[in-house]
């Protein structure tokens, strides 16, 4: 199953931005069994510096000293947009057995993101049964 979010959906969540926001399902997802999730592709307009790309429904890894729910690790680039589709999905154990919303936030590794406050991230999860 695959769900894709983008952080300008502010119907529910006025706050949404960049760096951090929340996304409402229109129906609950209700996992029985083990399930795992992956970030299998995201895309922004804007150019972006070193960044970790964390999910709340997730469990969590080390960033350095800390426990975080990071999926992945960008590297700065210096094309005027960001687009990765994974080849290589690094999946993690979903924590709920029901998913009603989505937090997807961004973890800063060096440069400040308040410049991107204007721009849109598009995300595509990737959610499966775990083998």
């Known amino acids: 199953m695959y769900i894709f979010l983008e952080s300008g959906c502010k119907?529910?969540?006025?706050?949404n931005n960049f760096i951090d926001f929340n996304v409402?399902?229109?129906?609950?997802i209700?996992?029985?069994?083990?399930w795992e999730l992956g970030l299998a592709e995201i895309y922004?307009?804007?150019s972006i510096p070193d960044l970790y790309v964390c999910c709340d429904?997730?469990?969590s890894s080390y960033l350095c000293e800390i426990s975080e729910q990071v999926l992945r690790f960008l590297p700065s680039t210096n094309d005027?947009?960001?687009?990765?589709?994974?080849?290589?999905?690094f999946y993690f154990d979903i924590i709920p057995s029901t998913i009603k919303t989505i937090r997807m936030y961004?973890?800063?590794?060096?440069?400040?993101?308040?410049?991107f406050a204007n721009e849109t991230l598009y995300c595509t999860l990737?959610?499966?049964?775990?083998k």
């Open 80 to 89: 005027k947009s960001l687009y990765y589709c994974f080849d290589n999905i």
């Open 57 to 59: 429904i997730v469990s």
């Open 11 to 15: 119907d529910v969540y006025k706050n």
């Open 44 to 46: 922004s307009k804007a």
């Open 30 to 34: 209700v996992l029985e069994g083990n």
């Open 24 to 28: 409402s399902l229109p129906s609950n």
């Open 126 to 130: 990737h959610i499966r049964q775990k």
């Open 106 to 115: 961004i973890k800063k590794n060096s440069q400040e993101t308040s410049s």
